[in-house]
C-alpha cells in the first residue's frame, strides 16, 4: 500500500528566501506525482505534475524534481513572497488505477 | 474554459438526513474522482467513475455511500442517513485520462 510523507508539516519563512518542500513515497512504481497547493478553506489548485520518466518540471519560480528510485521528489520555491502562503500537498499516482494517494501537506507561512 | 464545479459549497444536514453532492467536470473531461478530507486528516481517495460506470470504489465506505455518473448531467454522491463522522469537506476533480487531475472548490459537509 503507498504511503506519502511530507517533511516539514509546517514551515516559516521570511519573505525572499529559497525553499524547498519534501515528499516521500513508499512504492517506487508510480505513473506520475502531482503538486498541489490549498489554501484555507478552498480547494486544490494544480502546481506541477512530473511523469515518472521525468526528473524535473519548471513553472516560474517553482521547481519540482522526482527520483523514483529513493521514493523521493522536492518542491523548490524561490524568491518566496506572503502570496506563497498556503498548504502544498504531493500525490502520487501508481502504476495500476487513477486514483491519489496524497501526504499530509506541508503548511508554509511566508512572513513580510 | 469552467473548471471543475461542484455544489453545493456549504451542506447543513441534521444526523439520519441525506445528503447529494454535486460535481460537473471540466469540459472535455470524462473521468471524475471523489475525495474526502476528514478534519486534520489528509485527502482520501473515494471512488473514481467514467461516463455510467464505476470504474475503482475501493475507497468508498460500504456503507450508506454511492456515487454515480450518469449519461447526462454531473456526477453526484450521495450520503444515506448521515452521521457527525461524515462532517467533512468533499471534493471532487476531473482529467482527461491518467494524466493531471483538476480539482473543485469542495463542498463542506457539516452533520448536527
Known amino acids: 500500500k503507498q504511503e506519502v510523507t511530507q517533511i516539514p508539516a509546517a514551515l516559516s519563512v521570511p519573505e525572499g528566501e529559497n525553499l524547498v518542500l519534501n515528499c516521500s513515497f513508499t512504492d517506487s512504481a508510480i505513473y506520475n506525482l502531482q503538486w498541489f497547493r490549498q489554501d484555507p478553506g478552498k480547494g486544490l489548485t494544480s502546481l506541477l505534475l512530473i511523469q515518472s520518466s521525468q526528473r524535473e518540471q519548471t513553472s516560474g519560480r517553482l521547481n519540482a524534481s522526482l527520483d523514483k528510485s529513493s521514493g523521493r521528489s522536492t518542491l523548490y520555491i524561490a524568491a518566496s513572497q506572503p502570496g506563497d502562503s498556503a498548504t502544498y500537498l504531493c500525490?502520487?499516482?501508481?502504476?495500476?488505477?487513477?486514483?491519489?494517494?496524497f501526504g499530509g501537506g506541508t503548511r508554509l507561512m511566508v512572513k513580510p | 474554459n469552467a473548471g471543475v464545479m461542484q455544489n453545493p459549497r456549504h451542506l447543513v444536514r441534521r444526523r439520519g438526513q441525506e445528503a447529494r453532492l454535486r460535481c460537473s467536470p471540466m469540459k472535455g473531461h470524462s473521468h471524475v474522482y471523489w475525495y474526502r478530507q476528514l478534519p486534520e486528516e489528509g485527502l482520501k481517495f473515494m471512488v473514481y467513475?467514467?461516463?455510467?460506470?464505476?470504474?475503482?470504489e475501493s475507497g468508498m465506505p460500504k456503507e450508506r455511500f454511492s456515487a454515480e455518473f450518469p449519461k447526462e448531467g454531473p456526477s453526484i454522491l450521495r450520503i444515506q442517513q448521515v452521521v457527525r463522522g461524515d462532517s467533512a469537506a468533499y471534493f471532487c476533480a476531473s482529467s482527461t485520462g491518467r494524466d493531471e487531475q483538476y480539482f473543485g472548490p469542495g463542498t463542506r459537509l457539516t452533520v448536527t
Open positions: 467513475l467514467q461516463k455510467e460506470n464505476i470504474i475503482d
Open positions: 500525490a502520487v499516482m501508481g502504476n495500476a488505477g487513477n486514483m491519489l494517494t
